[in-house]
């Protein structure tokens, strides 16, 4: 019986549609039998009913007209029918039902139709509903909030973005991350000048935000901006996530000897401090001209600035300084600084900078030959990983009995059999490998991994 309606209504449905799309203009007429057909449809008990005639909307009758009409009938509908109803507007993407979405916001008070009004309005809204969706935002359930900022993110037009670093400038600390993650979300570069002051705010939150924010948003001209950033920030975490930021803009710079110039300008600036405590900034970019700096400073005589020097020769983005670290563990008086060098080392081994796979593999077991503890010897059995060719696979199996390196060489090893070129090229090494690792490992994923590339199957790392 139901399915017999349903035809029934569907094969209705359609003989209107045929028939007013044929016979009459989308925007004079209002096909008001398909919208009283849908209205009935929407009505019905029967939630598969009302499906039919939410299709009809997502799909039938076209026009701004019959968008109106359609949604003229939400302030007539239970809550879980107007909720349903917003969504199938939005997948209509009729402009045209903006005017009830935003009634239907102001007037209702059940979540779920909040909710999708809300989501709507990001859709089918315009920069004037700003100000309508900033209470939600503010003082809405976490639901609403969340769909809020989704929304606002996705509101078309450079006036919200304006208006919205407007609102960030006056909110207190916890509204200004959210909008200045908003702000990063929309790509609103035109808004990086109104972040600058955010990023040496008093609050660690508002800083770090607008420096990840700047990273995204921010170009070359607003470098003297970023450093005052870098300057404010805590050391430790916070400097070190600043760095990074300012990294990220210079880094979009083609030209890598090119990419220092940018923080080279404002450096020569600042005072001394401040240009000791810009060197490991400095580090993370690199290049030909922040390398005679850097070098400059692990030579001179003030304690202060050779430690800066040498945590920025640390920073460095390539494997271009392995010989100077290299000489660093090997000479460097302190431990500190010695195990410091050290892990820089097996950080740039295996970075893609142009050197061959078995180059960067050398590189690595040279690391592995001056570490003096477990910690970093595991560190380079984890970064090997990197290096994808059978070699790093036998130069792993070396260790795989040593209960010290067990579980990490047993990590690794399902991590090169995950690319099934390198492992299908190679099919006899990986299933001896494969092989002990399921008899080796304690880890119920590495080993459940490890069966299946045995098998040939794929393994989906967790979101």
Known sequence: MKFAQMLLC?????????????????QEKTGDEL????????????KDMRALGLEQ???????????????????????????????????RGDTAARPAIVDLLAASRDEPVRIAAIRALGFLGTSTDLELLMPSLIGGTAAEQATTRTSLARLPGESVSKA????????????????????ATRRAFETAVDLLPAAVD????????????????????????????????????????????????????????????????VLHTLDEADQIALLPA?????????????????????PTRREAGLRALCNWPNASVASELIQRVQKEEDSGNRITALRALIRVAPL?????????????????????????????LQRAQAIRCPETLHFLMEYLDQPAYS?????????????????????????????????????????????????????????
């Open 10 to 26: 569907s094969t209705i449905c359609l003989a209107v549609v045929l028939v007013w799309d044929a016979t009459i203009p989308a």
């Open 35 to 46: 919208v009283q057909l849908v209205v009935e449809l929407l009505g019905d008990q029967d």
């Open 57 to 91: 909307i997502r799909t039938g009758a076209k026009g701004a007209l019959a968008t109106r009409q359609f949604a003229a009938q939400l302030p007539n509908l239970p809550p879980d029918v107007q909720a349903s109803l917003l969504n199938a507007l939005v997948d």
């Open 164 to 183: 919205l670093a407007a609102q960030m400038r006056r909110a207190d600390p916890p509204l200004r991350v959210t909008l200045i993650e908003i702000l």
């Open 202 to 265: 008093p609050d660690v939150s508002v800083r770090s935000a607008a420096m990840a924010a700047l990273a995204q948003l921010a170009g070359p001209e607003h470098m003297a901006g970023m450093v005052r950033g870098i300057l404010a920030a805590q050391p430790g975490r916070e400097r070190d996530a600043a760095e990074k930021a300012v990294m990220q803009v210079c880094g979009r710079i083609k030209d890598p000897q090119e990419q220092a110039v940018p923080l080279l300008a």
């Open 282 to 302: 400095l580090g993370r970019i690199g290049g030909n001209a922040a390398r005679e700096i850097v070098q400059s400073a692990i030579d001179a005589p003030d």
């Open 352 to 380: 893609p900078d142009g050197r061959s796979d078995s180059e960067k593999l050398e590189l690595l077991q040279k690391a592995m030959s001056l570490c003096t503890r477990d910690t970093e010897r595991n560190l380079v």
């Open 407 to 463: 579980q990490q060489v047993c990590q690794s090893v399902v991590e090169l059999a995950h690319h099934r070129q390198l492992r299908e090229s190679n099919k006899a090494e990986f299933t001896q490998a494969l092989g002990k690792v399921i008899e080796i490992s304690q880890d119920t994923t590495v080993i459940d991994r490890a069966k299946r590339y045995l098998k040939g199957q794929t393994w989906v790392r967790p979101k």
